[in-house]
């Protein structure tokens, strides 16, 4: 999916390892007209309830407040985000269930910078995503 840059949304952001942020941060700065990073569940709420993102990528070890899924959390409170989760896991159970909790995609860290681009074009199209260095079973 290509899109002007008076086209482009934003996007949120949300990892807490610095280091994350500012390599997927660069990967996005090519395809949004702006990335809103936080680093926090807090502050995620915070800007999604503000500036009503279309598409968020969200750490799944992002840090929470309560035991509650956070996929299913913001699924339920933002049914219009397109959510691509970023994981280091890539064992077929971790996908399975950020996946049924309702995420678009599933991302691995190691793989940003080849798969979160065709990971957006999907999701932005509505499709899901991925990586493909993952194996998902089916239930």
Do not use: C, W
Request: no cysteine; aromatic share 4%.
């Amino acid at each position: 999916m290509t899109t002007s840059k008076e086209d482009r949304q934003v996007v949120l952001l949300a990892d807490a390892h610095q280091d994350m942020l500012a390599g997927t941060r660069s990967v996005l700065e090519a395809r949004f007209h702006a990335v809103v990073m936080v680093a926090d569940e807090e502050s995620l709420r915070e800007v999604a309830d503000k500036l009503h993102p279309q598409l968020a990528v969200v750490d799944l070890s992002l840090p929470v407040a309560s035991e509650a899924n956070i996929v299913r959390e913001l699924k339920q409170n933002y049914p219009y985000l397109k959510l691509i989760m970023l994981s280091v896991h890539d064992e077929a159970s971790a996908v399975n269930a950020v996946l049924s909790s309702g995420a678009d995609a599933f991302v691995l860290k190691r793989a940003v910078a080849t798969d979160l681009i065709p990971a957006i074009d999907g999701v932005l199209q509505g499709g899901a995503y991925v990586s493909p260095s993952v194996a998902v079973t089916q239930d």
